[in-house]
C-alpha cells in the first residue's frame, strides 16, 4: 500500500497573528491527541496543523470611540487582509497585499493554494470532501478543515483605552497604577470557515477583569519588564509571568482571556459555526 494514502485529513488553523501567547494558547487548547485519558469535546474542531499569518496592517489607523468596536475594527481589518493575501494570484508590492517578511512569502504560496482548494471544495459544483481532486496533492492528505482566526486586545483602565507602553517608564506607571484596583482587557475575534459548503465568517467580543494586589512592589515591577514581554502587551502587563502572578488577586471570567484569546469564547463561536451547517 501506498504510505501517502494513510495521511490523515489536514485540519489546518491559519492564526493571523505573530503573538506567542496567543499561538501557544491555539496549540495547547485546539491539538489533535491521541491520548485516550483525554475528554475531547467533538463539537469543536481539532487541528493538525497550525499555520501563523501576520496581517501586518497599520493598527494605529483604526480608531474607535468605544473599545469593543476598536477591537473588533481592527481584528476584522487583520481578517480582511488575510483574505486579501491568500486570495490573492499576485505578490506585487503595488497591490498592497505582499507579506511583510520572507518568511511569510514563503508560506504565502502553500497557503493559497490550501485556500483555493478550499474555496472550490466550498462551491456548489465542488467535488465532495472525500474524493480525489486535480488540484491536491495526496501524499498531503485530505483537506477536511481550514479555519482562519484573527483577533486583537485593548486593556481599559479607568476609561482609557490602554494599548502596548511607548516606553519603559509608561509601563512602569501603568502596573503601578494597577496596584489595589482593577484592569478591563477587552479582546475581538473574527473566524472565518472556508469549507463545509460555503465561507462562513463570524464575530464575538469578550471583555475580562484582572484585579490586582495593593503590594505590588516596585522591585518586581522593574523585574517583569525587565523580561521584555510587558512591553508588548496592551496594558503593559502579563497575568503568566512567573513573579506578577502572584501579585494577581482574580481574573474574571478566565485566565486565558487576558492573553488575547478566550477560549471559551473562541470554543463557542467554532461550535455555533458547526452546528449551522
Not at 492564526?15 to 489533535?32: M, P, Q
Not at 497591490?95 to 471544495?121: C, D, I, M, N, R
Request: hydrophobic share 35%; glycine share 4%.
Amino acid at each position: 500500500m501506498d504510505s501517502s494514502a494513510a495521511r490523515p485529513p489536514r485540519r489546518v488553523l491559519v492564526i493571523g497573528s505573530s503573538s506567542k501567547w496567543r499561538i501557544a494558547t491555539l496549540r495547547r487548547y485546539f491539538t489533535e491527541t491521541d491520548d485516550s485519558n483525554t475528554i475531547v469535546d467533538h463539537s469543536i474542531p481539532r487541528f493538525n496543523e497550525f499555520v501563523t499569518l501576520s496581517p501586518d496592517i497599520d493598527e494605529k489607523s483604526i480608531r474607535r470611540d468605544v473599545p469593543e468596536d476598536l477591537c473588533l475594527a481592527i481584528a476584522e481589518a487583520k481578517m480582511d487582509k488575510i483574505l486579501s493575501l491568500l486570495s490573492s494570484t499576485s505578490n506585487d508590492e503595488d497591490a498592497g497585499t505582499a507579506p511583510s517578511s520572507s518568511q511569510q512569502q514563503l508560506l504565502l504560496k502553500p497557503l493559497q493554494e490550501l485556500f483555493s482548494h478550499a474555496v472550490e471544495l466550498s462551491s456548489p459544483t465542488s467535488h465532495h470532501l472525500g474524493e480525489t481532486h486535480p488540484h491536491h496533492d495526496a501524499a498531503e492528505g485530505q483537506l477536511e478543515e481550514l479555519w482562519i482566526l484573527t483577533g486583537d486586545q485593548v486593556a481599559v483602565y479607568d476609561n482609557i483605552v490602554r494599548e502596548k507602553p511607548q516606553s519603559r517608564d509608561e509601563n512602569v506607571a501603568f502596573l503601578q497604577s494597577y496596584r489595589g484596583s482593577s484592569v478591563a482587557t477587552v479582546a475581538g475575534t473574527v473566524l472565518v470557515n472556508v469549507l463545509r459548503g460555503k465561507m462562513n465568517r463570524q464575530s464575538k467580543v469578550n471583555r475580562t477583569k484582572t484585579t490586582f494586589r495593593s503590594d505590588l512592589p516596585d522591585d518586581v515591577i522593574h523585574r517583569v519588564i525587565d523580561r521584555g514581554d510587558s512591553l508588548q502587551c496592551c496594558g503593559s502587563f502579563v497575568v503568566d509571568d512567573v513573579e506578577l502572578r502572584e501579585f494577581i488577586d482574580s481574573v474574571e471570567p478566565s485566565f486565558n482571556a487576558v492573553t488575547g484569546l478566550d477560549m471559551i469564547a473562541v470554543s463557542d463561536l467554532m461550535r455555533e459555526m458547526h452546528n449551522q451547517q
